[in-house]
Every structure is written in C-alpha cells, then in structure tokens.
C-alpha cells in the first residue's frame, strides 16, 4: 500500500474542540478542493409546416440569428404525389458565400445528420425542385448555438442550488 499518506492531528481535550477543530480541518480541505459544474445546453429546434411548397419550390425559410452549427435535419412528407423519387436542397445564403445540399428520396421520413457551421445572419432555405409532388411537409433542424452567444450565469457552488430553486420551483 501507499507509504505516503499524510495523517491529520485532532487536538484532544474535551469533545467539543476536537469536533471544533474537525471543523476547521474540513474547512480548509474544503477550500483546496475543485469544484466543477459541467451542464448540457441542448440544441434548438428550428421547425415549419407548409401543406404544399410555394410556385418557387421553398418549404422553409428563415434566417439563423447567432453563430452555431447545425447538426440534424429531418424532413416528413405526408403525401407524394407519384412514386418517383423527389430532389430536395437545403441552401445556406451570407454575404460572401453560398453553399448547398442536395439529396432525393421517396421517402415518408428522412432524418440526415449533418455538420455545417453556420454564422449569424444566414439566411436557411428548405426546397424542392418538384412542388407539385409533395402535400404537407413538416421540417426541423437542430441547431447549436455558439458559447460565446449563449448566456452565461456564474455562481459560487454554495450558491447553485438557492439559484436552483429560485428559477424551478414554480414548476415542480
């Protein structure tokens, strides 16, 4: 076994100090030790229905306000209208660059795990070349906010769980 174990001197006398001086001794150790919080900041979804595409083919449109990722896209077509296989792209629009995803497919459910960064101020478009082959089409995507755009609360430890209970207790 280990022959470098350091051993602690309780003071003895009456039971009071040497529990007072326990005390102390547990203080300090207390003070050297690190203490780390680590949380789990979910995705955003980003979602839209449209019951048939527009003349131009767009199914969702939208603007991605922060910088992030984008790390999941899941389409559901309710409806094709015939049996052959419909091109859909996903287009990322800024001031200095375009970019594009294509991919076709028949079916009902489609869920693509995806890796594109994305800054703020993009503009997100969702389309089809065919908008006459698809009825009532639901789209997500799964979008990460950077942390430099996230909100950031600090703490001392002692202090988590008062902070904790002030913003859930209402709904627990």
């Not at 979804?45 to 527009?54: A, K, R, S, W």
């Not at 089809?128 to 909100?151: C, F, Q, R």
């Amino acid at each position: 076994m280990g022959t470098n174990r350091e051993f602690i001197n309780i003071k003895r006398g009456n039971i009071d100090k040497s529990i007072d001086h326990i005390e102390i001794i547990l203080r300090r150790m207390a003070r050297r030790l690190h203490r780390t919080i680590v949380t789990v900041i979910p995705p955003s979804p980003i979602y839209g229905y449209v019951e048939t595409p527009n003349e131009n083919g767009d199914i969702f449109k939208c603007v991605l306000p922060a910088s992030g990722e984008i790390s999941k896209v899941c389409m559901v077509v309710s409806k094709y209208t015939n049996n052959n296989a419909v091109d859909f792209k996903i287009r990322l629009e800024n001031a200095s660059n375009i970019s594009e995803r294509k991919f076709s497919t028949k079916k009902k459910v489609l869920i693509e795990t995806v890796s594109v960064d994305v800054l703020a101020g993009d503009l997100l478009t969702f389309s089809t070349n065919n908008p006459e082959a698809v009825k009532g089409i639901w789209s997500t995507i799964l979008y990460h906010i950077d942390m430099p755009e996230s909100k950031i609360k600090e703490v001392a430890f002692e202090g988590l769980n008062e902070l904790l209970e002030d913003n859930f207790s209402e709904g627990i």
